[in-house]
Nanobody, 115 residues
């Protein structure tokens, strides 16, 4: 099993930046795929960034060039650096891990982009 805990959400003005962190309860060396999803009010959960160990990170078109996903295997941490934030980025952001064929999710952290 993998437990995931997100942090770093909050209120930010349009054009601002936030960095989300995700702490895993176990070593992530053996977890090839980790990522970030988000769910805005009234919308379905969507992929934001998929971080594959040893390979490039895939991004949703809507965040390409503004968001950067990364992982630190030694610290069991995954990050999402979000720059040039827009009101439409407002959502609950979830950390995700795919391990031994199962999906694991954190409880999410709320990001609100508003002036």
């Amino acid at each position: 099993q993998v437990q995931l805990v997100e942090s770093g959400g909050g209120l930010v003005q349009p054009g601002g930046s936030l960095r989300l962190s995700c702490t895993a309860s176990r070593s992530i060396f053996g977890i090839n795929v980790m990522g970030w999803y988000r769910q805005a009010p009234g919308k379905e959960r969507e992929l934001v960034a998929r971080i594959i160990s040893g390979r490039s990170t895939n991004y949703a078109d809507s965040v390409q060039g503004r968001f950067t996903g990364s992982r630190d295997n030694a610290k069991n941490m995954v990050y999402l650096q979000m720059n040039s934030l827009k009101p439409e980025d407002t959502a609950v952001y979830y950390c995700n891990a795919v391990y031994l064929g199962m999906q694991y999710w954190g409880k999410g952290t709320l990001v609100t982009v508003s002036s």
